[in-house]
T-cell receptor, first 111, second 115 residues
Framework: GENVEQHPSTLSVQEGDSAVIKCTYS??????FPWYKQELGKRPQLIID?????GEKKDQRIAVTLNKTAKHFSLHITETQPEDSAVYFC??????????FGTGTSLTVIP | SAVISQKPSRDICQRGTSLTIQCQVD?????MFWYRQQPGQSLTLIAT?????????ESGFVIDKFPISRPNLTFSTLTVSNMSPEDSSIYLC????????????FGAGTRLSVL
């Protein structure tokens, strides 16, 4: 089955700086890569996703890049704000149904 | 999008007992999923609940321990059977808005503690 690795496990940045979280996957058939944000005690919420026919996608301060050859994808958050503090999960799916999640990155934005 | 109601939100149970968690969606969805999330950990897929057929379980999870029902396109239940303290976790249901590439939306989760 699919194996998704995520780094780093924790990340602290100063407000206004950028944050980058990286994930690698093992199954070359995976073609859909969502990112979820989970605040403490809350449910995971989709923040951005990318499909394998696209190399990059951007939504305001959030962007995701995908390198299919290397089997890795990354989340980029620019101009970080304290409300960006949360746990971020990447995921990969080949069927659009079964999602395999990374181990999570706890992001802290220091005011 | 989809609005998901999950209950109970939390429960404290005695070992050896069973708990059934309910998941209700405000629209008909093809795929419903059940995940387990240990505190501070990632989400692990337990099974995919298919309407009109048996659930599909991931490695390490079996029907006798986690029976699932999916009587229609808006509702599913997960039962945690014969519980032990190791079953203490957060259980989340999720739905995919369409087959083959649908975005997943999550319920608020059920925080289960087994004494």
């Amino acid at each position: 089955g699919e194996n998704v690795e995520q780094h780093p496990s924790t990340l602290s940045v100063q407000e206004g700086d950028s944050a980058v979280i990286k994930c690698t996957y093992s199954d070359s058939a995976s073609n859909y890569f969502p990112w979820y944000k989970q605040e403490l005690g809350k449910r995971p919420q989709l923040i951005i996703d990318i499909r394998s026919n696209v190399g990059e996608k951007k939504d305001q301060r959030i962007a995701v890049t995908l390198n299919k050859t290397a089997k890795h994808f990354s989340l980029h958050i620019t101009e970080t704000q304290p409300e960006d503090s949360a746990v971020y999960f990447c995921a990969a799916s080949s069927t659009g149904n079964q999602f395999y999640f990374g181990t999570g990155t706890s992001l802290t934005v220091i005011p | 999008s989809a609005v998901i109601s999950q209950k109970p939100s939390r429960d404290i149970c005695q070992r050896g007992t069973s708990l059934t968690i309910q998941c209700q969606v405000d629209s008909q969805v093809t795929m419903m999923f059940w995940y387990r999330q240990q505190p501070g950990q990632s989400l692990t897929l337990i099974a995919t609940a298919n309407q009109g057929s048996e659930a599909t379980y991931e490695s390490g999870f079996v029907i006798d321990k986690f029976p699932i029902s999916r009587p229609n396109l808006t509702f599913s239940t997960l039962t945690v059977s014969n519980m032990s303290p190791e079953d203490s976790s957060i259980y989340l249901c999720s739905v995919a808005t369409r087959p083959m590439g649908g975005i997943q939306y999550f319920g608020a989760g059920t925080r289960l503690s087994v004494l």
